[in-house]
């Protein structure tokens, strides 16, 4: 898939803005982050989001886990500061995961301060959940709550909220909202995975590694990305599990345009950050903070500032995913 990038003349115009003419603002959502260690989860905190999903894959090079004892510190932050934070879990979940899963949710039972919920990214993961937690669940994007009838299956499997599908466009996202039997949060910033490989890639082509050899580790010195036809990067991301993420080439970034997913009822809009330093994860909740509070203060001016410096900050390349396609003019 093409991917639109956040240039200038996308910038002067929103091209969302037909699309939601003549609707007024909604409840404010809550800014939401995904993010993959500790001092990500309290940068988050302290640059103003709202809710915080923890848990799950972690980059290698973070050095960091998931430990009880991690998990027990950000319980501890989050207490402290107010905030609610869910536990997620992996994308992919064999037996061992599911063991280790099982036994994680027990453990969070007999805790004094819980999360707020689980984040379930998997069918496994949420058949896991409920016989195992008493906790709220909540879906994650990877459940394709793509329309008003997996939705409604998903609510009666006893999900309290949804995400919108990655791949849905903002249109689809609109619909799923005015016709969902639950609250749905949609993703409008991050680096997202656009494939989880079990086969490790620089095992594979350094050192010829097959599936049936153990990963030789290659993968765990350095940083990776594939080059595709077009000659754009697109950087691999190597997990706990030696498991491979494929990013998408540009960051996805909504900044300019929040204003219009402000107005269709959404719950949450996320930041997904798991794959992103503790540094980085501050500058875009702080952000999309000041943004969002600009909107529901009525200073559009403000937000446009914003998000232009925001863009000329960035290192890394922005776009916009799948959430323009169906609007004509635009590629
Ligand atoms: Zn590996």
Redesign the pocket.
């Known amino acids: 898939m093409r991917e639109l990038t956040l240039d200038d003349r996308l910038m002067s115009k929103n091209p969302f803005a037909s699309q939601v003419e003549g609707s007024v603002l909604q409840p404010k959502p809550l800014l939401t982050v995904r993010v993959g260690d500790l001092e990500s989860l309290e940068a988050a905190v302290v640059a103003g989001a709202d809710r915080i999903y923890f848990g799950g894959e972690v980059p290698v090079d973070h050095q960091f886990d998931w430990s009880r004892a991690n998990i027990l510190k950000a319980l501890e932050f989050l207490n402290q500061a107010q905030k609610p934070g869910l536990l997620a879990t992996p994308r992919i979940m064999m037996a061992r995961e599911l063991a280790e899963y099982r036994l994680l949710f027990r453990w969070l039972e007999g805790l004094t301060t819980k999360p707020a919920g689980l984040l379930v990214s998997n069918l496994g993961a949420l058949e896991l959940a409920k016989a195992e937690s008493t906790l709220p669940l909540y879906g994650d994007y990877s459940l394709n709550a793509f329309n008003t009838k997996a939705i409604e299956l998903l609510r009666q499997e006893g999900l309290v909220q949804v995400t919108a599908h990655v791949e849905s466009s903002f249109s689809q996202v609109k619909e799923v909202v005015e016709t969902a039997s639950l609250p749905v949060e949609a993703i409008v910033h991050g680096s997202l995975t656009a494939m989880v490989m079990e086969h490790?890639l620089?095992?594979a082509l350094l050192e010829g590694c097959t599936q049936q050899d153990i990963?030789?580790?290659?993968?765990?010195n350095r940083r990776y990305a594939l080059k595709d036809i077009r000659g754009q990067r697109r950087e691999i991301i190597?997990d706990q599990y030696?498991r491979?993420h494929l990013l998408l080439a540009n960051e996805l970034c909504l900044l300019p345009f929040l204003d219009s997913f402000c107005r269709v009822g959404l719950a949450g809009l996320r930041l997904e950050m798991q794959f992103l330093n503790a540094q980085q994860v501050a500058e875009v909740v702080q952000g999309y903070r000041r943004a969002l509070d600009a909107i529901y203060a009525g200073d559009n001016q403000r937000v446009s500032e914003l998000a232009r410096d925001f863009s000329q900050k960035s290192k890394r390349p922005l776009g916009l995913g799948a959430y323009p396609r169906g609007i004509t003019g635009l590629r």
């Open positions: 490790c620089p095992a990963c030789s580790a290659a993968c765990r190597i030696c491979n």
